[in-house]
């Protein structure tokens, strides 16, 4: 993956992703603009303003696209999808004259044929990784957020519609939100990209001590947080939809599958059975993303041919 300097796309980064302990570090997001239903602020809430560069193999792009369903925002926010393999550039884009533009994986809002493009035309210099997701203001030309949990949390509390923070139910949704971070969402590519085994073992322990402590919490209740979906079940989903058919295998997150808990799973089909929701769901680019080759994982990039797993609730 490469990295901007300032502005300017560099191929190889020299910044290394893990420690000297072989533990990986995730570079924190810093573009954290915020839209508001203040309509007088510099990034209100308008219809047809913003636009979402995604992926669909990505679990951070994953929330907002869930955060957009969730919200009725499809017709409000257009939506660019990266090809599911990364190139020397970073995410691409299909584009006229290579013999896919157009496609799925064009890019309809500047014909870009990568991500680092769209960074560089940010009004302040950019250093950083290449990330998605991105949303970008379409009327101001500028990035507002590469922050999934800024972007998830902003969506909810600027537009109108279903309300994913309830504010009595605040405090436990963010105590949700954060131990899920650390050690699911996070923590599959913590023993994913562990460098050591010892770095390995305290990721994949960590995370599925996490998965029995949220299956014996889904014992007697449908979700997280009280009786209704809320912004901790959309953000713990995105691993779930890969945990069986990527992570499992991909990432060395073997101890248990999904579909092995008694009430994980039958939490996680509920989700994907919601309206919308298998939408933003593609089972093959997963694996074709986190398939992908890879020196240290997958050298020969190899894509499984399964598991099949039937997602009917």
Not at 3 to 8: K, L, N, S
Not at 145 to 157: C, F, K, P, T, W
Not at 225 to 234: N, R, S
Request: contains cysteine.
């Amino acid at each position: 993956m490469g990295v901007m300097i300032d502005g300017q796309y560099h191929v190889d980064d020299p910044a290394p992703d893990s420690r000297l302990d072989g533990t990986f570090q995730r570079a924190k997001s810093t573009i954290r603009h915020w839209i508001s239903a203040d309509t007088s602020t510099a990034f209100p809430a308008e219809v047809g303003r913003y636009h979402l560069f995604a992926a669909w193999n990505c679990p951070w792009a994953h929330r907002a696209l869930l955060a957009i369903r969730f919200k009725g925002l499809e017709d409000a926010i257009s939506v660019s999808y990266a090809r599911p393999r990364r190139t020397p550039e970073g995410w691409v884009f299909d584009v006229e004259g290579d013999g896919d533009g157009g496609g799925e994986f064009a890019d309809p809002l500047m014909g870009l044929s990568a991500l680092h493009q769209a960074y560089s035309r940010d009004t302040t210099p950019y250093t950083g990784r290449i990330t998605v997701p991105l949303l970008w203001d379409k009327v101001a030309g500028c990035a507002v957020s590469n922050e999934s949990a800024d972007i998830v949390r902003m969506l909810g509390d600027a537009f109108p519609g279903t309300n994913l923070t309830p504010k009595p139910l605040l405090p436990k949704i963010d105590a949700w939100n954060a131990r899920i971070y650390t050690e699911v969402n996070n923590g599959v590519y913590r023993a994913g990209f562990a460098r050591t085994q010892a770095a390995y073992d305290a990721a994949v322990y960590a995370l599925f001590a996490t998965l029995d402590e949220i299956d014996a919490h889904l014992e007697n209740r449908k979700w997280l947080v009280g009786d209704t979906f809320t912004e901790a079940d959309l953000r713990l989903f995105p691993t779930l939809a890969r945990f069986d058919v990527a992570y499992h295998y991909a990432f060395k997150c073997n101890i248990r599958r999904l579909c092995d808990y008694a009430h994980l799973w039958p939490y996680a089909k509920a989700i994907y059975a919601m309206p919308g929701v298998a939408e933003t769901v593609r089972f093959e680019i997963y694996k074709q993303g986190y398939f992908s080759r890879s020196e240290l994982r997958n050298p020969l990039g190899i894509v499984p041919a399964g598991p099949v797993i039937d997602w009917t609730p």
